[in-house]
């Protein structure tokens, strides 16, 4: 019995690792293999009388979506990857962190690693740990989205030659070049996954007069973008359904290559700009460095096909996309929690 005790005593106030995304969550538990959860940033809230009741969290609060009956108002409280309610963000961790550790009753008190936007204020900051405080961590450890990415990425951040990552997630593309555990440059733009996917919205709407929804526009992504002009045949193309903008009735309709790249052009080529400019702003040794060791990309848009040999192409770096490019930044938390335990 008091085993049985013991174990769940350091289960519940275990060290976890948080990357707090726009789009998604995901949790690693010390001591356990890989991740222990990844679900939507997104809560589903019934409103009646002027009081809001939780309806559903994460993947349960995906599948409403666009099919949210009347009352019914769905939250994404991470935007841009900045909390932009307390309250909401709050309900969804604490649900979070009860599931990774498999208690409804007993309430945990993990200590958590965080990972944060380089570029958010100290006001930002604060927020995040007096949230995470407020969820029921007992001690909030917040570590640079970009530093935390090099980690997951097994780049060589404590060298003196710096090595460069740009993280292309759902909201912000975020930029680091790295020496010595510290950035030398850092930069957030406000570019990612859900442009492009709002991009393809605007131009199916626009060019086709068909509406269609975030996971329509998600799927089109995924299967069909490419930056390259080469690879984006009119003879590759897949079919959904969406809704006649001027009746509102149901339709069936065909999408190609070439449609998708005409909408996100200009898309990449804020994610290329963003990266020209991180790199005019690098002293000349640094550069060198650059040149010699290349740049790692990661986060969900890196996979998209092509989009390495684009920014090549325009940098004159050498790009390689990072291995499971959308766990570079749990995977770097995970090598932090690792340091704490041994300097504990």
């Known amino acids: 019995m008091l085993k049985k005790i013991m174990k769940m005593w350091q289960i519940l106030n275990n060290d976890i690792a948080i990357d707090l995304g726009s789009a998604n969550t995901l949790i690693h538990l010390k001591g356990k293999e890989g991740i222990q959860l990844r679900e939507p940033s997104i809560v589903a809230l019934k409103i009646e009388d002027g009081k809001k009741s939780v309806v559903a969290v994460g993947e349960d609060a995906k599948k409403l979506v666009g099919r949210n009956p009347s009352g019914i108002e769905i939250?994404?409280?991470?935007?841009?990857?900045?909390?932009?309610?307390?309250?909401?963000?709050?309900?969804?961790?604490?649900?979070?962190?009860?599931?990774?550790?498999?208690?409804?009753?007993?309430?945990?008190?993990?200590?958590?690693?965080?990972?944060v936007p380089a570029s958010s204020t100290q006001v930002e900051r604060r927020i995040f740990k007096e949230?995470?405080?407020?969820?029921?961590?007992?001690?909030?450890?917040?570590?640079e989205s970009n530093l935390a990415s090099a980690i997951g990425a097994g780049l060589e951040v404590e060298s003196e030659k710096a090595s460069m990552i740009v993280n292309i997630g759902s909201g912000i593309t975020e930029i680091g070049v790295i020496a010595l555990k510290s950035p030398v440059v850092k930069n957030t733009f406000k570019v990612g996954g859900e442009k492009l996917d709002r991009a393809i919205i605007d131009y199916i709407k626009f060019n086709l007069g068909i509406k269609?929804?975030?996971?329509?526009?998600?799927?089109?992504?995924?299967?069909?973008?490419?930056?390259?002009?080469?690879?984006?045949?009119?003879?590759?193309?897949?079919?959904?359904?969406?809704?006649?903008?001027?009746?509102g009735l149901p339709v069936k309709f065909s999408v190609n290559k070439r449609d998708v790249l005409l909408a996100t052009a200009k898309v990449y080529e804020e994610i290329i700009m963003g990266i020209a400019q991180t790199i005019e702003e690098l002293p000349p040794e640094v550069t060198s460095d650059l040149?010699?060791?290349?740049?790692?990309?990661?986060?969900?848009?890196?996979?998209?096909?092509?989009?390495?040999?684009?920014?090549?192409?325009?940098?004159?770096?050498?790009?390689?996309v990072a291995?499971?490019?959308?766990?570079?930044?749990?995977?770097?938390?995970?090598?932090?929690i690792e340091l704490l335990n041994k300097k504990d």
């Open 75 to 115: 939250y994404h409280p991470i935007q841009n990857g900045i909390i932009v309610d307390d309250a909401i963000t709050e309900i969804m961790l604490r649900n979070f962190i009860y599931k990774v550790s498999n208690s409804e009753v007993i309430r945990p008190n993990p200590r958590v690693v965080l990972s």
């Open 131 to 143: 949230v995470l405080t407020d969820a029921g961590a007992r001690d909030v450890l917040l570590v």
């Open 212 to 247: 269609i929804g975030p996971e329509t526009a998600e799927r089109i992504k995924k299967e069909l973008a490419t930056p390259l002009e080469s690879e984006a045949n009119e003879s590759d193309f897949i079919e959904v359904r969406g809704q006649a903008a001027q009746t």
């Open 291 to 320: 040149y010699e060791k290349g740049m790692t990309i990661c986060g969900g848009v890196s996979k998209i096909k092509g989009l390495d040999v684009l920014i090549e192409s325009f940098t004159g770096l050498k790009v390689s």
């Open 323 to 336: 291995k499971d490019p959308e766990l570079c930044v749990i995977n770097g938390l995970e090598k932090v």
